[in-house]
C-alpha cells in the first residue's frame, strides 16, 4: 500500500508564503524577460496559510511528522525540470519558476534551455529569471556522446560549447544523465568511458564546476566480459574523485538492487545504495529523489509514483546521508523529479510538501 504525502506543516507554510511574495515581486521582470505572463497558476495549486497550517498541524500530530528536526537540510530543495517539461513548453520558465517558488523550492536542475512552444529566450535571461524568484540553478543534463553527429550539443561534440553555456548560466554543476556506455559494457569500455569522464571533469574544474554522471539502473549491472564485475565499481575505481562526481537516483539504485541483486549465474551480490554513499559522501553532490511503489512483477521492480506516495523510505536514507557524514547538511543537494507525473505542478507541490515534512524524532 502506498504512503500518501503530509500536507504542508507550519513551518512550511510560512515559508511558502514568503516565497509566494518573492514569486509575484518578480512576475513583471520574468514576463518582460521570457516573453509569457508569470501567473500565480491554478488556484488549486496554491493552499492559503489559514488552511495550510491548520491541515499541517493536524497531519503532522496525526503521522509524527511534524516534531523533531526537519530531515531535508534547509535551502536545498531542487527540482529537475524534466519532470516539468511540459509546463515549461505550454507556458515558460517564468510561469514555472513562480509555481516553484511558491511551492517552497530552493534550486533547480536543467535538462535543456529552450522552452519549446513557449517562445525563445537567452541564458543571460534564463539566468537573471530563476535569481528573479530566488531559485539557484545548481546544475543541467547534458548528453554525453552521439558519434554520428560532430555539431551535437554533447560532451563528446561540443564539450567547449557545453561549458560555456553552463558557465553563462552561473552552474556550479554540469553533468549527463547518459549512461557510460559509449565504448560497450565490457571492464576495458568502461575505463575508456571513465577516461572521457576524466577530461571533462578537467575542463569542468578548470571553470570552476564540478562535472557528474546521473545513473540509471543499467550503470549496476554486470560486465559482459567478467560477469562477476560490476559496472558501476569499474567507473567509481577508474574516474578521478577530485574531477568526477556522482548524482545519485535513489530511486533506479534501488530499483537496480532489485534488477541486479545477482549475478547472470545466480550468485548473490546484494548491496545498499545508501552504503554506496556513506563510503564516498564527497562524490555525491547531487541526488535525484523520485519515487515507486514496490511491485516485483515488473522489470524495475518499482512503479514510479510522486515522492511520498511510494515505498523509498526517504527519512532513512536523507537521514543516513546529512547526519552520518562530513558537513552532509551544507554540502548534498536533493532534486525531485518523476519521468512522466500525471500532473507536474501538483507531483512538484506534494514531493515539496512531504519531504518538508519528515522530521527525526530523539534517538533516530
Known amino acids: ?31 518582460a524577460l521570457a516573453g509569457t505572463a508569470a501567473v500565480a497558476g491554478p488556484a488549486s495549486a496554491a493552499t492559503t496559510p489559514s488552511t495550510a497550517s491548520a491541515s499541517g498541524e493536524a497531519s503532522a500530530k496525526a503521522s509524527g511528522k511534524g516534531r523533531g528536526r526537519p530531515v531535508l537540510p534547509p535551502g536545498r530543495l531542487g527540482v529537475q525540470l524534466y519532470s516539468l517539461r511540459d509546463k515549461v513548453s505550454s507556458l515558460g520558465f517564468a510561469t514555472v519558476f513562480a509555481e516553484l517558488a511558491r511551492y517552497g523550492y530552493d534550486e533547480i536542475e536543467f535538462a535543456g534551455y529552450t522552452q519549446g512552444s513557449a517562445g525563445a529566450i537567452t541564458l543571460a535571461q534564463l539566468k537573471r529569471l530563476a535569481r528573479d524568484h530566488g531559485l539557484t540553478a ?17 560532451f563528446a561534440q561540443n564539450l567547449t560549447k557545453v561549458l560555456d553555456d553552463a558557465e553563462a548560466l552561473g552552474l556550479k554543476h554540469i553533468g549527463t544523465a547518459s549512461g557510460p556506455f559509449r565504448h560497450g559494457t565490457t571492464v576495458d569500455a568502461l575505463k575508456r568511458a571513465a577516461d572521457d569522464f576524466n577530461t571533462y571533469g578537467e575542463a569542468a574544474r578548470a571553470r570552476g564546476m564540478k562535472f557528474y554522471q546521473h545513473n540509471h539502473a543499467e550503470e549496476f549491472s554486470f560486465a559482459t566480459d567478467k560477469p562477476s564485475v560490476r559496472l558501476y565499481d569499474v567507473l567509481l575505481a577508474e574516474t578521478d574523485p577530485d574531477l568526477v562526481f556522482l548524482e545519485m537516483d535513489i530511486y533506479w539504485a534501488y530499483s537496480a538492487r532489485f534488477r541486479f541483486g545477482k549475478q547472470v549465474d545466480g550468485t548473490p551480490r546484494p548491496f545498499d545504495p545508501i552504503a554506496y554513499v556513506l563510503r564516498r559522501p564527497h562524490r555525491y553532490p547531487l541526488f535525484h529523489v523520485k519515487d515507486g511503489i514496490r511491485d516485483d512483477s515488473t522489470r524495475d521492480g518499482y512503479r514510479m509514483v510522486d515522492v511520498g506516495d511510494g515505498d523509498i523510505d526517504y527519512k532513512r536514507f536523507l537521514s543516513n546521508v546529512t547526519s552520518r557524514t562530513h558537513g552532509g547538511r551544507r554540502y548534498h543537494h536533493w532534486q525531485v523529479e518523476h519521468d512522466s507525473p500525471v500532473d507536474s505542478f501538483a507531483f512538484a507541490r506534494k514531493s515539496s510538501a512531504h519531504l518538508h515534512a519528515l522530521r527525526e524524532r530523539c534517538g533516530d
Open 1 to 31: 500500500m502506498s504512503r500518501k504525502p503530509a500536507p504542508v506543516d507550519p513551518e512550511l507554510t510560512h515559508r511558502l508564503t514568503r516565497r509566494g511574495v518573492l514569486g509575484v515581486a518578480a512576475g513583471a521582470t520574468a514576463a
Open 138 to 154: 545548481i546544475g543541467s543534463h547534458v548528453g554525453y556522446a552521439n558519434d554520428g553527429d560532430p555539431n551535437a550539443y554533447t
